[in-house]
């Protein structure tokens, strides 16, 4: 089966490309594209670093697309140009949408979540983005029930993971449609055949081992520690009356049902890993994030990727980046974006080293972060102290910058270990009417290593002009 919407239509319609018998699990084809359909709030965001981490930034969409923005959604971005047959790593939320689109062996996984949880990490989320044109928000700004605020919320939510994992959004007109154009199939059993098309489906009350296992399959790269990306964003525990939780049981029901479908696909697909891959031992590491990282390391020879974005630093263990992160337009129209370290004061990065020996670390700072906490601030590159200036470029953002003289690298290619050490921190409570308890300490926008030789020369010539005649 192969779903499809085009043309703004809801259907189901065969593909002579699936060869698979029903109810086999489909095996993972390392020579075929890899496409997540990412579900909201399912711990997708910490999938989706540890792939592109790995990931040739240019073959990856929607990060390698010349024709992308945020905000385009998938047909927008097809229409524009995007051409998804030149992408080995694909993702987003979408589902059913892109599958017309890529190569019938094409390698689909997901994540999916407990609904009540996913429901409420969802709205903390959206609280926590300070939009003052959500209602939501702005209840809450003014002193209103959480827990009102929360039930009055959920009756506009299009909650169904279902529906997520078919890549819908317009909850109410695409139930509409489905209903006329497939009525004797339920969006449900339409979202269990895009599931039966999943190579792997993870689960984010089972993450380390789904991590360990997606990785184990692709020989993609496991994040060093257990962590999760967002795991910083805890919310608050709500109250709710008997009445309240009767409704919320009522709206949860056929997504409860679909949902313990799910994890029993996930049972079925993590049971069956070793006989399904007999000759790929590092599914017998499955919960030894360690061993498994050294004999992928070891045996494969992996290599993280620059993700393609405008930073040219990462996060060592997740390859994060400014993509999609917090933003704020500016007056003129353009977005300002920024990633907050925390919710420890440690953060650490990798960067490309330069050429050169003569080196200046700069770190662009968003004016979202107190002064205190710039001038607090502590750098190490290679484990060497920088001794960090504070200033503040036309464009009105700061920097701290400082030079460099990192230790030579052992072979060609090797990264940077930059360490920013933050031991002045917001609590996110102080910015209401944020509900999140994280700890944030410096408001990045950009980090880069370079050579010194053009700004000492254009500090040079400034001088010169100052001394010379004419």
Request: aromatic share 6%; hydrophobic share 40%.
């Amino acid at each position: 089966m192969q779903l499809s919407a085009g043309s703004g239509r809801l259907h189901i319609a065969t593909a002579s490309g699936d060869a698979d018998p029903a109810g086999a699990i489909p095996r993972y084809d390392s020579g075929a594209p890899l496409c997540f359909l990412h579900v909201p709030k399912t711990g997708g965001t910490t999938v989706r670093l540890i792939i592109e981490n790995q990931a040739d930034g240019d073959r990856t969409y929607p990060s390698g697309s010349a024709a992308f923005t945020k905000g385009m959604t998938l047909q927008r971005s097809l229409a524009a140009g995007d051409d998804m047959s030149r992408f080995e790593v694909i993702h987003g939320h979408f589902g059913n949408q892109v599958v017309e689109h890529l190569a019938a062996g094409t390698n689909y996984f997901t994540w999916l979540r407990e609904p009540r949880q996913r429901l409420l990490s969802s709205f903390f989320f959206r609280m926590q983005q300070a939009n003052p044109r959500d209602e939501a928000y702005v209840r809450l700004r003014d002193g209103e029930r959480v827990e009102s605020v929360f039930m009055r919320w959920l009756d506009q939510q299009p909650s169904m993971q279902a529906f997520f994992l078919l890549g819908f959004w317009d909850f109410e007109a695409s139930r509409a449609r489905w209903s006329t154009d497939n009525p004797d199939t339920s969006v449900d059993e339409a979202a269990l055949l895009l599931a039966d098309r999943c190579f792997f489906i993870g689960l984010l009350e089972d993450q380390e081992r789904s991590v360990d296992a997606l990785c184990a399959i692709t020989s993609i790269l496991p994040p060093g520690v257990p962590t999760r990306r967002n795991a910083g964003s805890r919310r608050q525990e709500l109250a709710l009356t008997a009445d309240e939780e009767r409704r919320l049981d009522a709206t949860l029901e056929p997504q409860v049902a679909f949902y313990q479908q799910m994890v029993a696909r996930h049972r079925q697909h993590m049971d069956t890993l070793v006989d399904r891959y007999p000759d790929n031992p590092a599914l017998r590491l499955i919960g030894n994030r360690e061993q498994l990282r050294r004999h992928l390391l070891e045996q494969h020879d992996v290599v993280p990727h620059r993700p393609a974005v405008r930073w040219k630093a990462w996060d060592a263990v997740l390859g994060d980046n400014l993509d999609g992160r917090e933003c704020l337009q500016q007056p003129d129209g353009t977005m300002a974006r920024w990633r907050w370290t925390g919710p420890s004061p440690d953060t650490m990065v990798h960067l490309e080293r330069p050429t050169g020996t003569r080196l200046e670390v700069s770190i662009q700072v968003n004016p979202a972060t107190p002064p205190a906490h710039l001038r607090a601030a502590r750098v190490q590159v290679d484990g060497r102290p920088v001794a960090l200036r504070v200033m503040q470029g036309a464009d009105g953002l700061w920097a701290l910058t400082g030079p460099v003289s990192p230790a030579r690298p052992k072979r060609p290619g090797e990264r940077l270990r930059l360490d920013i050490h933050t031991p002045l921190m917001i609590d996110e409570r102080e910015i209401p009417p944020h509900i999140g308890v994280r700890k944030l300490g410096l408001a990045l926008s950009a980090i880069e290593i370079g050579p010194r030789r053009r700004r000492e020369a254009r500090r040079l010539w400034r001088l010169l002009r100052k001394i010379l005649p004419g």
